[in-house]
């Protein structure tokens, strides 16, 4: 059975466009009175004005915008970081030593900022000389070539080389060094793989429902956007310089399950199925992020899009996000600060500007997502909607692998199933096109016994962030910390329903602990005797799908010590829990 999808080509979409601006001032109203103002909302025409400009195929700030913008913006003014990727920069910067890099601000900017451009993150605080690598890897999808190339790549590492599912249905490999980067890259394409564009001022990996095109209920397969957007942001793996320069990040993802396993209510732009006049297509939502300052749902941009125009309607979301966005103040750089100021009408008044008929037809009624429905268990074994065949979840302790597992999981995808692994948003991985006469036997696999399709209750929703293990901006360890504490509350309670538990080393909420049940965000905090120690924020409430809410916090600067029995006291008073002693006590 194949598992590979036909090829998707790659539409022939203008690179840029104008945008002339009125010169009168320009009125706009606000649809969403939760997010941005509720009254009509005046904009001078000069504010319409884009403030980058294209030169020599890159977009750059333009001059008269210069003034207040933030270090990162004045190093991408100074040297544009694609250039060392499609003039080759990189092969010269890998020849460089470290300690000779460190001594120019240019390329000291390089490995710390512009590399990031080519998906690679320099851990100086606390892994010097070694670089985080992130793969673009639409839907979650992945070959067992390419995972065996990623762990021939981390193998050579040693104990500094592991890799890493992330809650973007991604891969990150860890240990990399500098002089081998080149040729890890050549060895990216040979097995249909980039890392370009994959972090800072860029599109994150395009999301969509990990069981795309083999699930008995799904309401599209996702593949195709998912793949079309991925070719559109790197411009098939060459380089997009037009999007290159966005103010933030920015998240996309295509709903294509009623389970909303793609949680579009935290993503910038969110595909919605929906039908219009027949018509298959979807409504748009925009604008949801988390940051350190400010955390936000997405909201409805009163749009739908037929599915041809997909990768135009985010083209132009990209480009009002690019050419008007704020450039000062980090933390208020992701879009939504943008929608804010201008108001979802004015915003979607953009957006549809920069259509290429500048029209943008009003949301359908006929939303295809079904609001009251039980999320799946994406763990366990499981029909497809292809009789005689089955995907089995496999529970990844907080998506942290080596080398050899990451060879084990190939072959059995090559045994058992297609050749194909999928990656989830919660760390885990499926095994996708099993026949039904091989699943005795890949049960009884040794790697089954740790990497288990039926874990324990709690440890089922357990996510966990990078931690200050290997990220300079965590200000805790949350991997091994996630799993001892789950497993100590585990002994003391009995749990009747899964809990999911984030945890986030820092306040950039990689673990996206406000979408969990509960939340843990790491800090600094003082214990009983008043010394300084390792703590956390306690979220609580957070909730997914068609009901979605981001959790509040509960409790400020808990110890991690002191966690334990917080997080015991939190599953029986609000989660039903059963403390262990009194459950035999009824039981004798």
């Given at each position: 059975m194949s598992s590979s999808l036909s090829a998707?080509?790659?539409?022939?979409?203008?690179?840029?466009?104008?945008?002339?601006?009125?010169?009168?001032?320009?009125?706009?109203?606000?649809?969403?009175?939760?997010?941005?103002p509720a009254t009509a909302v005046e904009v001078d025409a000069e504010r319409l004005e884009p403030r980058v400009e294209e030169q020599d195929g890159f977009f750059v700030l333009k001059q008269k915008f210069r003034q207040g913008i933030n270090p990162q913006e004045k190093v991408k003014i100074e040297k544009e970081p694609m250039k060392l990727f499609v003039e080759n920069g990189i092969e010269e910067l890998a020849k460089i030593p470290m300690e000779e890099i460190d001594k120019a601000k240019t390329t000291k900017d390089d490995i710390d900022?512009?590399?990031?451009?080519?998906?690679?993150?320099?851990?100086?605080?606390?892994?010097?000389?070694?670089?985080?690598?992130?793969?673009?890897?639409?839907?979650?999808?992945?070959?067992?070539?390419?995972?065996?190339?990623?762990?021939?790549?981390?193998?050579?590492?040693?104990?500094?080389?592991?890799?890493?599912?992330?809650?973007?249905?991604?891969?990150?490999?860890?240990?990399?060094?500098?002089?081998?980067?080149?040729?890890?890259?050549?060895?990216?394409?040979?097995?249909?793989?980039?890392s370009l564009q994959s972090g800072m001022d860029n599109v994150r990996n395009p999301v969509g429902n990990p069981l795309a095109g083999i699930d008995p209920q799904e309401i599209v397969d996702t593949r195709p956007y998912t793949n079309l957007l991925s070719h559109y942001i790197t411009a098939n793996s060459q380089g997009n310089p037009t999007i290159t320069n966005l103010p933030r990040k920015w998240n996309v993802?295509?709903?294509?399950?009623?389970?909303?396993?793609?949680?579009?209510?935290?993503?910038?732009?969110?595909?919605?199925?929906?039908?219009?006049?027949?018509?298959?297509?979807?409504?748009?939502?925009?604008?949801?992020?988390?940051?350190?300052?400010?955390c936000a749902e997405a909201i409805p941009l009163d749009?739908?899009?037929?599915?041809?125009?997909?990768?135009?309607?985010?083209?132009?979301?990209?480009?009002?996000?690019?050419?008007l966005g704020f450039r000062g103040n980090r933390q208020k750089t992701r879009m939504m600060w943008l929608i804010d100021e201008l108001g979802i009408e004015g915003f979607r008044s953009e957006v549809e500007k920069r259509m290429p008929q500048q029209e943008l037809e009003r949301a359908s009624s006929e939303d295809l997502v079904q609001k009251h429905w039980e999320r799946r268990d994406l763990l366990g074994v499981h029909p497809q909607k292809q009789e005689g065949f089955?995907?089995?979840?496999?529970?990844?302790?907080?998506?942290?692998?080596?080398?050899?597992?990451?060879?084990e999981l190939a072959c059995l995808a090559d045994t058992y199933g297609s050749g194909e692994l999928r990656l989830t948003v919660e760390q885990n991985i499926i095994i996708p096109n099993i026949d039904n006469s091989k699943l005795e036997a890949l049960l009884k696999e040794p790697l089954l016994e740790r990497f288990s399709p039926e874990p324990p209750i709690l440890m089922k929703g357990l996510v966990a962030c990078t931690g200050n293990q290997f990220c300079g901006q965590a200000i805790i360890e949350t991997k091994a910390r996630a799993l001892k504490v789950t497993e100590e509350v585990e002994r003391l309670v009995s749990v009747i329903k899964p809990v999911r538990m984030h945890w986030t080393g820092c306040p950039n909420t990689c673990g996206q602990v406000q979408v969990a049940d509960i939340g843990f965000m790491g800090c600094m905090t003082r214990d009983e005797n008043g010394k300084t120690c390792e703590g956390a924020d306690v979220y609580l409430g957070g909730r997914i799908g068609s009901d979605s809410h981001l959790g509040d916090i509960y409790k400020k600067s808990v110890p991690c010590k002191d966690l334990v029995p917080l997080v015991v006291d939190i599953l029986v008073n609000k989660f039903g829990a059963v403390l262990r002693e009194r459950e035999e006590e009824a039981e004798d």
């Open positions: 998707v080509r790659f539409p022939s979409l203008p690179l840029s466009s104008s945008t002339s601006s009125a010169r009168s001032r320009t009125r706009v109203f606000s649809a969403a009175p939760a997010v941005a900022v512009r590399l990031k451009w080519l998906g690679l993150f320099h851990r100086r605080k606390h892994h010097y000389g070694r670089f985080m690598m992130r793969l673009k890897l639409p839907n979650g999808v992945t070959t067992s070539e390419q995972t065996r190339y990623l762990a021939s790549v981390i193998r050579k590492y040693g104990k500094d080389g592991c890799g890493d599912v992330t809650t973007r249905q991604n891969w990150q490999i860890r240990g990399v060094v500098l002089p081998d980067v080149p040729e890890i890259l050549k060895g990216l394409a040979e097995v249909g793989l980039t993802c295509v709903v294509g399950s009623h389970d909303l396993y793609e949680h579009p209510h935290i993503n910038d732009l969110a595909y919605m199925p929906a039908t219009k006049d027949g018509q298959f297509g979807f409504n748009l939502l925009v604008g949801g992020f988390f940051s350190p300052k400010r749009a739908w899009v037929a599915a041809d125009d997909v990768i135009l309607l985010c083209k132009a979301v990209l480009e009002a996000f690019r050419d089955s995907f089995v979840g496999l529970h990844i302790p907080v998506g942290r692998v080596q080398a050899d597992d990451m060879d």
